[in-house]
């Protein structure tokens, strides 16, 4: 009981997720059962009595529920095996997990997200309070203490960014990261608003915590100013003394490496004062940009001088901002994609093309329609298993699905068409080569039209299968003799 049980489970979730093939397989089942029990009989010399009658019909109706059972427990076990054939390939080939995406984050580096530039000035003045006492007789004591006041206008004159962002793809496990490595010059110009000699705090943030910079440059007025410069809470820090009204040219420049994306924004609200940044993008053409989510297309878009990449301009004046700009990687074709996705279609092929050979077997009503069927099918899904495992060698998915996959299912057609009349062979050998090879490669290749695919292959099946039936209503005699010592389990 637990067992047709379980049958019935999987039978629902099957109808449940392909309707069409679950309608295929359902309709070769009945055929199945229905061909055994009412189909061709042999000639009898004499007319078995009543009795003998009744035991003949219930053997039949036995023996089809056997071959029900037989079709129905090939078609589960084998699209067990390409279940794992799939999965097992998935494992071994572009296998992208969190635990490989932290370990390649912890070695080369994780995603970066660069913070702008803050500069704080001001200036300390000493004061002296004075305070009276209440009783008169007594003189005012007198206090001095220090105040800061923070200058609150914009020192920002002019930005000048340039970055350099080259992929690098890295491999960890069985899968391909993205990943790039950076060249990065950041040039400001600032000037001292205040009419008092300041001192100026510039904080800049580094853009990961876990990152690499090397490189690194940093100069003020065109001076080294690396001994003066201080780490703290994963920014650089640097103080510098500015004179009323005086210009500073500060340059900070670094190469790193990260994941992903580059992501670049102006966290602080302030109004942005001839801003550019150019982002080099060598080896990454037009066609390919894609902007992480939140940050603004650029202002300009040119190609490389090589015509392999592109140079993207962001610009701003007496703007505000909070939009980021920056880039995103192209996910990367992971090793084994190809084959995977025509394994992932090949299910669904293979159970047209087990179902068109079982199906037009038995409509042919030849002896040993269902015994050949099966063993196709199980060929076939033989030969999905050896695609996974040979297309590691150096003949490559293609190399193997020309020299292996395509000869083996041409050749199962051909031994299919000799159990079946001429037309109906040709037509079987067909749907074999259509179900077994095209499909699967089209759909795998052409993902967005998958469904179209599918749609039109069921379409096919069904076309085939209905001219074989109005055939056979026809010509009841169709089914009978001529062919049959060409079938193989005849004997």
């Given at each position: 009981m637990e067992l047709l049980q379980q049958l019935i489970s999987l039978a629902q979730n099957f109808l449940d997720r392909q309707p069409a093939l679950a309608l295929a397989l359902g309709g070769t089942l009945t055929a199945v059962f229905l061909g055994t029990v009412f189909g061709r009989r042999e000639e009898k010399r004499e007319i078995p009595g009543v009795a003998m009658g009744i035991y003949l019909q219930l053997s039949r109706v036995v023996w089809a529920a056997m071959l029900v059972a037989l079709v129905a427990g090939a078609a589960v076990l084998l699209q067990s095996y390409l279940g794992r054939v799939l999965s097992d390939y998935h494992h071994a080939h572009g296998r992208l997990t969190e635990t490989n995406l932290e370990a390649v984050r912890t070695i080369w580096g994780d995603e970066q997200v660069q913070g702008e530039l803050s500069a704080d000035l001001w200036w300390e003045q000493e004061e002296?309070?004075?305070?009276?006492?209440?009783?008169?007789?007594?003189?005012?004591?007198?206090?001095?203490?220090?105040?800061?006041?923070?200058?609150?206008?914009?020192?920002?004159?002019?930005?000048?960014?340039?970055?350099?962002?080259?992929?690098?793809?890295?491999?960890?496990?069985?899968?391909?990261?993205?990943?790039?490595?950076?060249?990065?010059?950041?040039?400001?110009?600032?000037?001292?608003?205040?009419?008092?000699?300041?001192?100026a705090q510039f904080k800049f943030p580094l853009p990961s915590a876990s990152s690499m910079y090397d490189d690194l440059a940093i100069t003020l007025n065109g001076t080294n100013e690396l001994d003066a410069l201080q780490v703290e809470k994963g920014a650089l820090v640097l103080e510098e003394d500015l004179a009323q009204g005086e210009t500073a040219n500060l340059q900070i420049s670094f190469k790193s490496r990260g994941l992903a994306y580059w992501y670049f924004q102006i966290r602080q609200p302030r109004e942005v004062?001839?801003?550019?940044?150019?982002?080099?993008?060598?080896?990454?053409?037009?066609?390919?940009?894609?902007?992480?989510?939140?940050?603004?297309?650029?202002t300009e878009i040119k190609p490389t001088e090589d015509g392999h990449g592109c140079m993207l301009a962001f610009r701003l004046d007496h703007a505000i901002c909070n939009k980021g700009m920056g880039i995103e990687l192209p996910s990367l074709s992971q090793p084994g994609e190809t084959t995977a996705a025509v394994l992932a279609e090949a299910e669904k092929g293979w159970v047209l093309l087990f179902a068109a050979v079982v199906l037009g077997l038995t409509l042919a009503g030849g002896r040993g329609g269902v015994l050949v069927g099966v063993l196709v099918g199980?060929?076939?899904?033989?030969?999905?298993?050896?695609?996974?495992?040979?297309?590691?060698?150096?003949?490559?998915?293609?190399?193997?699905?020309?020299?292996?996959?395509?000869?083996?299912i041409i050749a199962l057609g051909w031994l299919t068409a000799r159990c079946l009349p001429a037309l109906e062979g040709k037509l079987i050998a067909l749907e074999l080569l259509l179900f077994g090879a095209i499909y699967p490669c089209l759909a795998a290749l052409d993902g967005d039209r998958e469904t179209l695919y599918l749609n039109i292959s069921a379409f096919i099946f069904?076309?085939?299968?209905?001219?074989?039936?109005?055939?056979?209503?026809?010509?009841?005699?169709?089914?009978?003799?001529?062919?049959?010592?060409?079938?193989?389990?005849?004997?």
């Open positions: 002296t309070e004075r305070i009276e006492s209440e009783d008169l007789s007594k003189p005012a004591v007198t206090r001095k203490h220090t105040v800061r006041y923070t200058v609150a206008e914009n020192p920002f004159v002019t930005t000048r960014h340039e970055v350099t962002v080259r992929q690098n793809p890295r491999h960890k496990g069985s899968a391909v990261y993205a990943a790039y490595e950076t060249t990065c010059r950041f040039t400001y110009v600032l000037r001292n608003p205040a009419e008092h000699d300041v001192t004062r001839d801003f550019e940044l150019l982002l080099n993008l060598p080896d990454l053409p037009k066609s390919k940009l894609n902007y992480p989510v939140g940050g603004m297309a650029p199980c060929a076939a899904a033989l030969g999905y298993g050896l695609l996974g495992d040979l297309s590691d060698t150096f003949l490559g998915f293609w190399g193997t699905a020309i020299l292996m996959l395509i000869p083996l069904l076309a085939i299968v209905a001219w074989m039936i109005a055939q056979r209503t026809a010509n009841p005699a169709a089914s009978v003799a001529p062919h049959d010592n060409h079938v193989v389990a005849s004997t």
